[in-house]
C-alpha cells in the first residue's frame, strides 16, 4: 500500500516562514481533512507537497513509499501520482480538455515516456473518457471545451473531477476553500468524489464546507493554527469546526499563531 509521509515540514515565502513543522502521514484509501483558520498555511501545505516554486521548504521531509519527493520536479511528482486540484486553476486557452486530459493521462500512466513520444492510443482514451464521463453524468460538451476558460466555480469543479477520476491518482490534495460553490454543486462534487471512491487514492480535502465531506466522510480532521497541525480528530472534529469554529482552538493555543 501507498504512503505519503510529511516530517517536520518547514515552508517560507521570501523571508517568512509559513510552515512550522507539519507532521501528516497519509495512507492509500485514507481521507483526511485539513481545516483551520483563513491564513493558517493549509493551501501553502498542498503548493509545498506539489512543489510550487514560491514555496521554499526550508526543513523537514515529504516522501512518497520512501522516494524523496522533494528532490523531484512537480511534473515528476505529479508521474508519481500525486494530483492537487488547485484553488484558482488556470485558463489554458485554445487546449481542448479531452487534448488536457490525453497528455495529463498518459504521462501518468507511462511515467518513462520521453516528451514527443505516442501518448495512449485515442479510440482507447476517447472510450475511457467517455465511460467515466457518463458515470459521473457530465455532458461529452464539456470535454470539447478549452481548459478552464470561462468556466464558473461549478464547471472547474467538474473540470477537477473528470481529472481525479481520469488520472487515478495515488494522492489527491483537494483546496476548495473559496471556490465560491453554491449548495448543488457542492453535493455533486461530494457525490462524485465519492463515485470515483475515495477508497482508491489518499485524499486530503481543505474544505470550510461540511457538505463536501457529507459522502466522503473523513477519517481524520486535522486542524491548522500558525503553520502547524494543532489537532487531530476524527469526522467529530470536523463536525465541531463546522459547527462552532474556531474559537475553542484559538484558545487552546494560544502560542501557536
Ligand atoms: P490558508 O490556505 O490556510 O488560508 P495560506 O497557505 O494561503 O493559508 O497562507 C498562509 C500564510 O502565508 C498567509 O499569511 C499568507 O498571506 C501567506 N502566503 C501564502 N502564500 C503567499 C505568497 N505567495 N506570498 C506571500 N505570502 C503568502
Ligand atoms: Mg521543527
Ligand atoms: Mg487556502
Given at each position: 500500500t501507498h504512503?505519503?509521509k510529511?516530517?517536520d515540514?518547514?515552508?517560507a515565502?521570501g523571508d517568512k516562514?509559513?510552515?512550522?513543522?507539519?507532521?501528516?502521514t497519509?495512507?492509500?484509501?485514507?481521507?483526511h481533512?485539513?481545516?483551520?483558520?483563513?491564513?493558517s498555511?493549509?493551501?501553502?501545505?498542498?503548493?509545498a507537497?506539489?512543489?510550487?516554486?514560491?514555496?521554499e521548504?526550508?526543513?523537514?521531509?515529504i516522501?512518497?513509499?520512501?522516494r524523496?519527493?522533494l528532490a523531484?520536479?512537480?511534473?515528476e511528482?505529479?508521474?508519481?501520482g500525486?494530483?492537487?486540484?488547485?484553488?484558482r486553476?488556470?485558463?489554458i486557452?485554445?487546449?481542448k480538455?479531452a487534448?488536457?486530459?490525453?497528455?495529463a493521462t498518459t504521462?501518468?500512466?507511462?511515467?518513462e515516456?520521453k516528451?514527443?513520444e505516442e501518448?495512449?492510443?485515442m479510440?482507447e482514451?476517447?472510450?475511457?473518457?467517455?465511460?467515466?464521463?457518463e458515470?459521473?453524468r457530465?455532458?461529452?460538451?464539456?470535454?470539447?471545451?478549452y481548459?478552464?476558460?470561462?468556466?464558473s466555480?461549478?464547471?472547474?469543479?467538474r473540470?477537477?473531477?473528470?481529472?481525479?477520476?481520469?488520472?487515478?491518482?495515488?494522492f489527491?490534495v483537494l483546496?476548495?476553500?473559496?471556490?465560491?460553490?453554491?449548495?448543488?454543486?457542492?453535493r455533486?462534487?461530494?457525490?462524485?468524489?465519492?463515485?470515483?471512491?475515495?477508497?482508491?487514492?489518499?485524499l486530503?480535502i481543505?474544505t470550510?464546507h461540511?457538505?463536501?465531506?457529507?459522502?466522503?466522510?473523513p477519517?481524520?480532521?486535522?486542524?491548522?493554527?500558525g503553520?502547524?497541525?494543532?489537532?487531530?480528530g476524527g469526522?467529530?472534529l470536523?463536525?465541531?469546526?463546522h459547527?462552532?469554529?474556531y474559537?475553542?482552538?484559538r484558545?487552546?493555543?494560544?502560542?501557536?499563531?
Open positions: 504512503v505519503l510529511i516530517e515540514l518547514h515552508v515565502v516562514e509559513i510552515l512550522r513543522g507539519v507532521n501528516l497519509i495512507n492509500h484509501g485514507e481521507t481533512a485539513l481545516m483551520g483558520p483563513n491564513g498555511g493549509k493551501s501553502t501545505l498542498g503548493l507537497i506539489m512543489g510550487h516554486p514560491g514555496y521548504v526550508t526543513g523537514g521531509a516522501t512518497l513509499d520512501g524523496d519527493v523531484m520536479e512537480p511534473d511528482r505529479a508521474r508519481a500525486i494530483f492537487m486540484a488547485f484553488q486553476p488556470m485558463a486557452p485554445g487546449v480538455m487534448d488536457f486530459l490525453r497528455h504521462n501518468v500512466r507511462r511515467p515516456r516528451e514527443g501518448l495512449i492510443p479510440r482514451f476517447r472510450k475511457e473518457l467517455k465511460e467515466k464521463m458515470h459521473l457530465m455532458d461529452s460538451e464539456f470535454a470539447r471545451r481548459v478552464n476558460d470561462g468556466f466555480g461549478g464547471e472547474m469543479k473540470a477537477e473531477i473528470l481529472q481525479l477520476a481520469m488520472l487515478q491518482p495515488k489527491a483546496d476548495e476553500t473559496d471556490s465560491g460553490l453554491d449548495a448543488d454543486a457542492v455533486l462534487a461530494s457525490e462524485s468524489i465519492a463515485d470515483i471512491g475515495h477508497q482508491k487514492m489518499g486530503l481543505i470550510h461540511d457538505k463536501l465531506l457529507e459522502h466522503n466522510p477519517d481524520f480532521t486535522h486542524v491548522m493554527l503553520g502547524r497541525l494543532v489537532e487531530t469526522k467529530e470536523a463536525d465541531e469546526l459547527r462552532h469554529g474559537d475553542r482552538i484558545k487552546a493555543y494560544p502560542e501557536a499563531e
